[in-house]
């Protein structure tokens, strides 16, 4: 995940990014371990498995 967002940063100039993915719900727990916040309270099943949207803005330095 570090790298992905590393590569999002360098791939936009000037601006924070904001970094938005789809996580099973069993995956919560690490995403927000890395800094990642729930963005909706709505769930979907995607190929029969919850997931929820989340969401982390990376600041530039």
């Known amino acids: 995940m570090s ?4 590569r999002a940063v360098a ?3 000037d601006c924070d990014v ?3 993915l789809s996580a099973q ?3 919560l727990p690490f995403y927000e371990r890395i800094g990642y916040s729930i963005a909706s ?8 498995i919850w997931h929820r949207d989340m ?3 990376i600041a530039r330095a």
């Open 3 to 6: 790298a992905l967002e590393q």
């Open 11 to 13: 791939d936009t100039p």
């Open 18 to 20: 904001t970094v938005e």
């Open 25 to 27: 719900e069993q995956a």
């Open 41 to 48: 309270e709505a769930r979907y099943l995607d190929a029969g």
């Open 55 to 57: 969401v982390k803005v």
